[in-house]
């Protein structure tokens, strides 16, 4: 999910237990809950950059143990710095590296819980494992999410108005109280929405598409309303691309589905899918769709991943792009953001 989704989910953890947070506590749970996106600057670099380096780098677990220690590290610099100098308004229990290292964990263990459950996925054993994790309950971007997560952040402010208008002085906490239950309302929607996905997976597997079986399908949040999901269904020569529309299962319609036909074998196809691009890409790709073109002096080939549309803008709906010439030897392979390449 993107940074400030994240921020906040590291507010309402620090406001649950705020008296078991040591000295910064609040800082270190939302730097080491936002540090973990810093490999989007990869982007920069290019798509096969990004396709190497994003929500690996600092979402793995080995990245996660160098950026906590280093986090934990100076922080505890900070406070040899400011201890003394700065006193703490509330009591809180003492400042050490080895609490400052727990808060770090469980603010990078937030972040990854919500990575998950969008669809991009990420690598938790990266760079010794090449597999790609993704629920695929939400968007990068879910509104629901985010109005969640400020609503249980600002009703303690207002329950604290309203008492200083009625006079009441007595410390509420009302803060702890509605951050946990705000807390499991995120996990409660995020449930919601995996039996909804599991719900959308089984309505595409239960059709026919062009007269073929389906062999898999997969289910995709689409838009701001969790009924509304887009679906992808392989079938044995063709890709289909359909809306599944939870509110009213009847009107689904596999006869609607936009068909993608793969590819027949070819030297050419079989030659661009052994290149080390492509190979790489099969491994983060959930519906990966092939094109072989012949072109004046040889062949193009092309690779995609069909769970995202065509030409979204999302950088990480990267495809590879590979050109043969006549004799199939490989003469230019590279990565591509999708939104960047022509129609």
């Known amino acids: 999910m993107e940074p400030f989704t994240h921020a906040l989910a590291s507010v309402a953890l620090a406001r649950t237990r705020p008296k078991l947070l040591p000295r910064f506590g609040l800082a270190m749970l939302i730097g080491s809950g936002v540090a973990p996106d810093l490999d989007y600057a990869s982007y920069w670099g290019g798509a096969g950059a990004f396709l190497r380096f994003h929500r690996t780098l600092f979402h793995s677990i080995p990245g996660a143990a160098l950026t906590t220690c280093a986090m934990a590290a100076a922080f505890c610099a900070l406070d040899k ?3 003394g100098k700065t006193p703490q308004k509330s009591p809180t229990i003492p400042f050490t590296c080895v609490s400052a290292l727990a808060v770090c964990a469980v603010g990078w263990g937030g972040h990854i819980l919500l990575d998950l459950a969008s669809g991009e996925g990420l690598q938790l054993l990266w760079p010794f494992r090449v597999h790609w994790t993704a629920w695929n309950l939400v968007a990068n971007f879910d509104p629901w999410v985010l109005l969640l ?4 952040l600002l009703l303690p402010q207002l329950f604290r108005l309203v008492g200083e208008e009625i006079g009441t002085h007595r410390r509420s906490k009302a803060g702890a109280g509605t951050a946990i239950f705000t807390l499991l309302l995120l996990g409660a929607y995020l449930g919601a929405r995996a039996d909804l996905r599991s719900r959308a997976i089984d309505l595409l597997l239960s059709s026919e598409y062009r007269g073929h079986e389906p062999l898999a399908a997969g289910a995709f949040p689409w838009s701001a309303n969790p009924l ?12 289909e691309e359909l809306l599944v ?3 009213s299962p009847a009107d689904f319609n596999a006869g609607r589905s936009l068909t ?8 050419a196809l079989e030659a661009a899918e052994k290149t080390e691009s492509a190979q790489r ?4 790709a959930e519906f990966p769709l092939a094109s072989v073109g012949r072109r004046e002096d040889g062949y193009r080939f092309e690779l995609r991943d069909v769970r995202f549309p065509a030409r979204n803008a999302s950088p990480a709906n990267v495809i590879v792009r590979v050109d043969l010439d006549s004799s199939l030897r490989v ?3 590279q990565y591509r953001y999708a939104s960047s390449c022509d129609p």
């Open 149 to 152: 997560l400020i609503g249980g």
């Open 81 to 83: 710095q400011w201890n």
């Open 228 to 239: 509304n999901w887009r679906g992808v269904v392989s079938t044995d020569n063709t890709m």
């Open 245 to 247: 529309p939870l509110s």
């Open 260 to 267: 993608h036909y793969k590819p027949e074998e070819s030297p």
């Open 281 to 284: 890409f099969l491994k983060y």
């Open 331 to 333: 003469t230019r392979e």
